[in-house]
């Protein structure tokens, strides 16, 4: 069974950065699409961005929500079995726990790691 942790959140002031990271164990996480979801307090979860897989017809393309492109990055080490999510220029709004998400035939997720953005 894939299991994914995610590492890498922590407290940040507005304009700054942190790369997120989803290691996974089990399987080979290049065959996977992976996500990357965010549910801030009192909010639904919302999908932050998505790779495809290595081998699918997309080649690994990156696909972003409309309130993180241009300031957040995910891409794959298919040799650390890891995704990560660059996010820079970070703003409070970003505040929430981040969740790594991976399908094929089968969804799994991460327990998340919590991001704060101070202002």
């Known amino acids: 069974q894939l299991q994914l942790v995610e590492s890498g959140g922590g407290l940040v002031q507005s304009g700054g950065s942190l790369r997120l990271s989803c290691a996974a164990s089990g399987y080979t996480l290049d065959y996977y699409d992976v996500a990357w979801f965010r549910q801030a307090p009192g909010k639904e979860r919302e999908g932050v961005s998505c790779i495809s897989s290595s081998g699918s017809s997309s080649g690994g393309s990156a696909n972003y929500a409309d309130s993180v492109r241009g300031r957040f990055t995910i891409s794959r080490d298919g040799a650390k079995n890891t995704v990560y999510l660059q996010m820079n220029s970070l703003k409070p709004e970003d505040t929430a726990v981040y969740y790594c998400?991976?399908?094929?035939?089968?969804?799994?997720w991460g327990k998340g790691t919590l991001v704060t953005v101070s202002s």
């Open positions: 998400n991976a399908r094929r035939d089968m969804e799994y």
